[in-house]
C-alpha cells in the first residue's frame, strides 16, 4: 500500500488538515503516518479526529515512503528539522502551511528544500503571485483549512425568515502584525475596535464575547477589554448552533491568519459574514463580496453604513445568507465520512496530478 508522512512541527496542523489528511486516506488509498514534534500525546487530535486510526512513524527508513508532507511553524524563527530529512528522502515532497503567506518559506528552509519541494500548500495565496520566492511560485497549490468545526451546522434547519438582525461574535483577540494580515502596529487591534464600536454604537441587537487572547495580548486583554465582552465560559454547542442560526450576522474578520473557523461556521449557518479585505487574496470555497459576505474598510468607516443596509433591504439579506449556506453546501460541506464534496474533491485530485504529486 502506498505510505505519506505528515511530519508537523505543531499539533494544530493535524487538526487544520484532518479533511487534506482523510482525502488521501479515503479517495487515494494511502496508508497514512504521523511523526508530531510536539508531544502528540497531549494533542487534541488524538481525541477529536481518532488519532489512534492512523500509525506514528518510527523514525525508521524514510523512504518508504512515497510523499512526505512537512509544515513550517515560522513564528520560531529558527531552521526546519526538515531540511535534513530533506537531504535523505529520495521521492516526492509537499509544503503545508496555514499561517503565513509568502512570508513563510523566507528564514526556515534552504534553496536545496525548496527545489525539491513539489508542491507548497496555503489557505490563502496573495492575488500577486510576484510576491513568493520564484522557487515556489508555479508550484502553489490553494486548499481549503477550518472547515471541520462548521459541519456542526450539516443538518441544522437554517430557516432565513427566522433570523434575527443580530450581530454576534465569540472568539479571541488576535490579530498580529503579518504580511499575510496585511495590519500595520496601528491596526493590530482591528478585532478589539470593531466588537466594541459595535456594542458601544447601542443600536443593535448583538452577542459579543472575547473569550481568550493571544499570548502577546494578554495585557491589554486583561486591562483594556470590558467586563461585560469577556466571558469564561464557552458556550455549550447546542446553544451555539441555535444562536448562529438565529442570528442575521455574524462577526468573521481574520485575526492571525485568514480565513478563520468562524467564517465557515457563519457561512454553515447562513449568517451574513461581516469581514475584511477578502480582495487582496485567494481563499479557496468562500465565494465573493456582497455575494456569499460582505467587506468592511478596516478603519471600520463603512461598518453602520452596510449593517444599515442589509437590515433595511431584506431581499439583498435573503439573497447574501441564501447564497452563504449553498456556497458552502458546495465547496466546504463534508460528505458522510469525511471526505470533500465532489467539487472540491475533484479540484484537489486535478490539482495534485497536475503537479505532479498522485
Same mark, same amino acid.
Given at each position: 500500500m502506498?505510505?505519506?508522512?505528515?511530519?508537523?512541527?505543531?499539533?494544530a496542523?493535524?487538526?487544520?488538515?484532518?479533511?487534506?489528511?482523510?482525502?488521501?486516506?479515503?479517495?487515494?488509498?494511502?496508508?497514512?503516518?504521523?511523526?508530531?514534534?510536539?508531544?502528540?500525546?497531549?494533542?487534541?487530535?488524538?481525541?477529536?479526529?481518532?488519532?489512534?486510526?492512523?500509525?506514528?512513524?518510527?523514525?525508521?527508513?524514510?523512504?518508504?515512503?512515497?510523499?512526505?508532507?512537512?509544515d513550517?511553524?515560522?513564528w520560531e524563527n529558527?531552521?526546519?528539522?526538515?531540511?535534513?530529512?530533506?537531504?535523505?528522502f529520495?521521492?516526492?515532497?509537499?509544503?503545508?502551511?496555514?499561517?503565513?503567506?509568502?512570508?513563510?518559506?523566507?528564514?526556515?528552509?534552504?534553496?536545496?528544500?525548496?527545489?525539491?519541494?513539489?508542491?507548497?500548500?496555503?489557505?490563502?495565496?496573495?492575488?500577486?503571485?510576484?510576491?513568493?520566492?520564484?522557487?515556489?511560485?508555479?508550484?502553489?497549490?490553494? +486548499? &481549503? *483549512? $477550518? =472547515?471541520?468545526?462548521?459541519?456542526?451546522?450539516?443538518?441544522?434547519?437554517?430557516?432565513?425568515? #427566522?433570523?434575527? !438582525?443580530?450581530?454576534?461574535?465569540?472568539?479571541?483577540?488576535?490579530?498580529n502584525?503579518?504580511?499575510?494580515?496585511?495590519?500595520?502596529?496601528?491596526?493590530?487591534?482591528f478585532?478589539?475596535?470593531?466588537?466594541?464600536?459595535i456594542?458601544?454604537?447601542?443600536?443593535?441587537?448583538?452577542?459579543?464575547?472575547?473569550?481568550?487572547?493571544?499570548?502577546?495580548?494578554?495585557?491589554?486583554?486583561?486591562?483594556?477589554?470590558?467586563?461585560?465582552?469577556?466571558?469564561?465560559?464557552?458556550?455549550? +454547542? &447546542? *446553544? $451555539? =448552533?441555535?444562536?448562529?442560526?438565529?442570528?442575521?450576522?455574524?462577526?468573521?474578520?481574520?485575526g #492571525?491568519?485568514? !480565513?478563520?473557523?468562524?467564517?465557515?461556521?457563519?457561512?454553515?449557518?447562513?449568517?451574513?459574514?461581516?469581514?475584511?479585505?477578502?480582495?487582496?487574496?485567494?481563499?479557496?470555497?468562500?465565494?465573493?463580496?456582497n455575494?456569499?459576505?460582505?467587506?468592511?474598510?478596516?478603519?471600520?468607516?463603512?461598518?453602520?453604513?452596510?449593517?444599515?443596509?442589509?437590515?433595511?433591504?431584506?431581499?439583498?439579506?435573503?439573497?447574501?445568507?441564501?447564497?452563504?449556506?449553498?456556497?458552502?453546501?458546495t465547496?466546504?460541506?463534508?460528505?458522510?465520512?469525511?471526505?470533500?464534496?465532489?467539487?472540491?474533491?475533484?479540484?484537489?485530485?486535478?490539482?495534485?496530478?497536475?503537479?505532479?504529486?498522485?
Amino acid at each position: 500500500m502506498k505510505k505519506i508522512l505528515f511530519h508537523f512541527e505543531c499539533t494544530a496542523l493535524t487538526i487544520r488538515c484532518i479533511d487534506l489528511v482523510i482525502f488521501f486516506k479515503k479517495i487515494h488509498g494511502f496508508h497514512i503516518f504521523f511523526n508530531i514534534v510536539d508531544d502528540y500525546t497531549k494533542c487534541t487530535f488524538k481525541n477529536i479526529h481518532k488519532f489512534n486510526d492512523y500509525e506514528v512513524w518510527d523514525g525508521k527508513d524514510i523512504n518508504q515512503f512515497e510523499i512526505l508532507f512537512y509544515d513550517l511553524t515560522t513564528w520560531e524563527n529558527v531552521i526546519s528539522p526538515i531540511i535534513e530529512y530533506s537531504k535523505q528522502f529520495k521521492n516526492k515532497m509537499v509544503c503545508i502551511n496555514y499561517e503565513d503567506g509568502y512570508s513563510f518559506l523566507d528564514n526556515r528552509i534552504d534553496i536545496y528544500t525548496k527545489d525539491k519541494t513539489l508542491v507548497f500548500i496555503n489557505n490563502a495565496l496573495f492575488s500577486d503571485k510576484d510576491l513568493y520566492c520564484s522557487k515556489i511560485r508555479n508550484k502553489l497549490f490553494l +486548499t &481549503t *483549512s $477550518y =472547515i471541520t468545526n462548521s459541519q456542526i451546522f450539516k443538518n441544522s434547519n437554517i430557516n432565513i425568515l #427566522n433570523k434575527k !438582525p443580530r450581530i454576534y461574535f465569540s472568539g479571541s483577540l488576535t490579530g498580529n502584525s503579518t504580511k499575510l494580515s496585511n495590519y500595520n502596529e496601528s491596526e493590530k487591534y482591528f478585532r478589539f475596535n470593531l466588537i466594541k464600536k459595535i456594542y458601544d454604537l447601542n443600536k443593535y441587537d448583538n452577542y459579543l464575547k472575547f473569550l481568550n487572547c493571544d499570548p502577546s495580548y494578554k495585557t491589554f486583554f486583561n486591562d483594556n477589554i470590558p467586563t461585560h465582552l469577556k466571558e469564561t465560559v464557552y458556550m455549550d +454547542t &447546542t *446553544s $451555539y =448552533i441555535q444562536m448562529m442560526i438565529e442570528s442575521m450576522f455574524c462577526i468573521a474578520v481574520k485575526g #492571525n491568519s485568514l !480565513p478563520t473557523n468562524r467564517l465557515h461556521e457563519s457561512q454553515s449557518a447562513g449568517c451574513i459574514s461581516i469581514t475584511n479585505n477578502f480582495n487582496e487574496v485567494e481563499i479557496y470555497g468562500v465565494g465573493e463580496n456582497n455575494k456569499t459576505y460582505i467587506e468592511i474598510n478596516i478603519d471600520l468607516s463603512d461598518l453602520e453604513e452596510k449593517i444599515d443596509y442589509c437590515i433595511d433591504n431584506i431581499e439583498f439579506s435573503k439573497m447574501l445568507m441564501l447564497n452563504s449556506r449553498k456556497n458552502w453546501e458546495t465547496y466546504n460541506m463534508l460528505n458522510e465520512d469525511g471526505t470533500y464534496s465532489m467539487v472540491t474533491q475533484k479540484y484537489h485530485t486535478d490539482t495534485f496530478k497536475k503537479l505532479g504529486i498522485i
